[in-house]
C-alpha cells in the first residue's frame, strides 16, 4: 500500500513562502497521478494543484494560478507544491494524494478529474498545516 507524507508546513506571513513536500517510502510515485488538496475550517475539500505522472499535464484551482507550481523530482521521489505570495485565504490544511494509473483516459483527462473529484484519490496523507498569518 503506498504510503505518503507530507511536510513543509508552517506559519507565513501574507506574501511568504513555502515549499510542501510529498514522498513515499517504499515505493515510487511515477505511475501515479499526485494532486495537493487543502481544506479550511467549514470549507469543502478543494482540488489546489495535481500533475500527471510525465509531468506533462498539470491543473490548477484558478485561485492559486500564478502563485503555486506543482512539480515532481523523480530521483527524490517526492511531489513539491511551491507556494508563493501567500494570502490569507490559503491557509488551511494541505494534503497530498495518489490516484493509480486509468489506461482507459489521458493523462489530461486523469489530472483533470483528479482536481475536480476527490474521490479519484487512491491514497492521502495525513496533512499539514498552512497558516498563512500576520
Known amino acids: 500500500q503506498l504510503q505518503l507524507v507530507e511536510s513543509g508546513g508552517g506559519l507565513v506571513q501574507p506574501g511568504g513562502s513555502l515549499r510542501l513536500s510529498c514522498a513515499a517510502s517504499?515505493?515510487?510515485?511515477?505511475?501515479?497521478?499526485i494532486g495537493w488538496f487543502r481544506q479550511a475550517p467549514g470549507r469543502e475539500r478543494e482540488g489546489v494543484a495535481c500533475i500527471s505522472h510525465d509531468s506533462y499535464a498539470t491543473r490548477y484551482v484558478e485561485s492559486v494560478k500564478g502563485r503555486f507550481t506543482i512539480s515532481r523530482d523523480y530521483a527524490k521521489n517526492v511531489v513539491y507544491l511551491q507556494m508563493n505570495s501567500l494570502k490569507p485565504e490559503d491557509t488551511a490544511v494541505y494534503h497530498c494524494?495518489?490516484?493509480?494509473?486509468?489506461?482507459?483516459?489521458?493523462?489530461?483527462?486523469?489530472?483533470?478529474?483528479?482536481?475536480?473529484?476527490?474521490?479519484?484519490?487512491?491514497?492521502w496523507g495525513q496533512g499539514t498545516q498552512v497558516t498563512v498569518s500576520s
Open positions: 517504499g515505493q515510487s510515485l511515477d505511475g501515479y497521478v
Open positions: 494524494a495518489a490516484s493509480e494509473a486509468r489506461p482507459t483516459i489521458s493523462q489530461r483527462a486523469h489530472v483533470e478529474m483528479m482536481c475536480l473529484d476527490s474521490r479519484e484519490a487512491d491514497y
